[in-house]
DNA sequence: TTGAAAGCGCTAACAC
DNA sequence: GTGTTAGCGCTTTCAA
């Protein structure tokens, strides 16, 4: 079945350790006989076999990537990434899907560790005391969250919430919704600390919904609350969420986005995908995926555990037809008569 | 760093091989025994290496799985299915994702070969001899495919072409278009199939266009060409595609479903989404993963290489506010002249 | 430039 | 019920 190292040594007629250095330090072994070997081992269709390589050298070739939810368009984005930038770097990816259970989280990276040269984690779920515990197992990266000094790649959605609160401001919006998503997410609580730093500023005042489910459903849910407390425009958590919303407004026959405006966050063309185009904030997913590979090998290449490094990653508004600015007569009341 | 056995063996004051055997066979070890070393592996933080443990046993526990393109909703949902089903049965993944690129998934199931028990290919693009060169390197389950002996996961999509078929059929339509995918899909070419089979009976004219590339831009490219051959309904190759139409239609002034039916293929809500709830036939994709799964463990518990055992899941149509009978006026002119 | 031998962390006979 | 020992496939000293 498998072919081992010591049927090409014997097809060759050289020893194993002649077929090894042929693969791994090619100069150091004479060119006819590399060749030979090559050839050998090409015709048996010889492959090391990584993992016992990896027993010896504690280099294993592979890197970890936990995601709360592969389904989910922002990971699967993310995971893009990863695996994109580690075929580069001829690493394999062990994959986890930790179902948004911060349990499990910890469980796979228990399961990986020894498998791996190190553990990508994205947008973890769980606590500070249980990441910390996680620290030493395996060089962690993390994603999208900035804890226990671990390196991390961190996208600047506080900023896309500024952006997009100045934006809607500009258009004269006065008072504009919040809608939260899961209460643990890191980039929500940028996005609202931005939103909050941003609003005086742009004279807004915010309405903080939530937390909702960061899913169609949850948007549909917060649409009608944001209805009810009269503002013009409505920032969601996420695209999903702001699909639900717009499509709740128009069951309900408000207009996007005449009588509300809507923006959300977006990984690439999701939102653009909308029948009324979505004005969104976006989020380099793909792009971190591969940064947070690369932070990792590159910290194991510098020597020991990785400096706390940070890689901060821009975010992005687009704008298209989801925001104008709001109606003289004001959402609230026209709204409510609505339906 | 890494704590071994040994360690745990000198802790607990035992031999390495109890300690062993009390994670592999804990009822042939003394209960005492066990529960010192299960408590001195607890604090030292003690976790088998698993690839040291494939190396002699032979089984990785690890299985791999290779998609096109984690980023199509599509395949991570699949995925989803094949991590959720590998945890349960305490298996982990390696997932590739092969970017639509025949070549590498070859040699993606190379470079797994070794480390995994089985690797699962989802809807591969490859050639049928390249196929064939896989078979024996590593136990293989084919999903939406069916070449070369192997096991597979099939979806009964051409089932599903059938029921979107008699269904606008039943509604009225003649004359109904078929966006065509990615010419290597298997999938695409049973859709195709099943239409034509059922086209007679139901005294329906089918239109088949394309290929085209079975995203958002594909649908708004198809859209043009579906609208100048004069259909009333169209079937796009998925939910990607049937969006892009979508937003093409209403781009041109053509109401969905008054002027146009569309139906679209989908894995989980997406289509639900949509501002237009989109008719459409549900994929199992889910599902499929779990089984594939399932499938490769089988046929590896059972014996040798595993039987070429066929596991086909039913499709199903989900009927929503995009088809409409067709209006009496005929589409044709009407829809042409609408810019 | 090549080979022989030790050993990575673990399990599986085979003793005791 | 437990310990000793021989490898799994590979890399890596150390000698030749």
Redesign the interface.
């Known amino acids: ?2 072919v081992t190292i010591h049927e090409v040594a014997k097809g060759a007629d050289v020893s194993v350790s002649t077929v090894s250095r042929a693969f791994t330090m090619p100069d150091m072994v004479n060119a006819a006989t590399r060749r030979k070997v090559l050839q050998v081992a090409e015709e048996l ?1 010889y ?6 390589r ?2 010896v050298t504690g280099k ?1 070739g ?1 890197i970890g ?1 936990v995601v709360p ?3 989910n ?1 922002f990971f ?2 993310m ?2 990434g990863c ?2 930038r580690a ?1 580069e770097v001829r690493h ?6 930790a ?1 948004e259970d911060p349990r ?1 989280e910890a469980e ?1 990276v ?6 791996v040269d190190g553990v990508v984690l994205c947008s973890p779920r769980m606590q500070p005391t249980q990441l910390e515990r996680l620290v ?2 395996t060089p962690l990266v993390l994603v999208n969250r900035d804890e226990a000094g671990l390196p991390a790649v961190l996208m600047d959605s506080g900023d896309g919430a500024r952006q997009a609160l100045e934006h809607l401001a500009a258009l004269g919006h006065r008072r504009i919704a919040h809608l939260a998503g899961p209460p643990a997410s890191w980039a929500g609580e940028q996005r609202l600390q931005g939103l909050r730093a941003a609003a005086p500023a742009c004279d807004v005042e915010t309405v903080e919904l939530g937390p909702f489910p960061p899913t ?1 459903q949850g948007g549909v849910q917060a649409a009608d609350l944001a209805l009810a407390r009269g503002v013009t425009a409505i920032l969601a958590f996420n695209d ?1 969420m702001a ?2 919303v ?2 709740r407004l ?1 069951a309900r026959g408000v207009a996007v986005p005449a009588d509300i405006s809507v923006v959300g966050y977006d990984d ?2 999701m939102s ?5 185009p979505l004005t969104t904030v976006r989020m380099p997913m ?1 792009a971190g995926g591969r940064a947070a590979v690369d932070l990792l090998l590159d910290g194991l290449d510098a020597g020991i555990e990785p400096e706390a490094t940070h890689r901060w990653l821009p975010t992005q508004l687009i704008v298209r037809s989801t925001t104008a600015p709001p109606r003289q007569d004001s959402g609230s009341a026209r709204v409510l008569a609505g339906r």
């Open positions: 079945m498998a269709g492959q090391p076999n990584r993992a016992a990896g027993l294993t592979n990537v939810d592969v389904a368009p699967s984005a995971l893009k695996t994109a075929r394999v990816v062990f994959l986890a899907d179902a499990v796979v228990g399961a990986m560790a020894k498998q030493g197992s169609f999903l699909v639900g717009l499509n128009a690439i063309e653009s995908m909308t029948t009324v793909e």
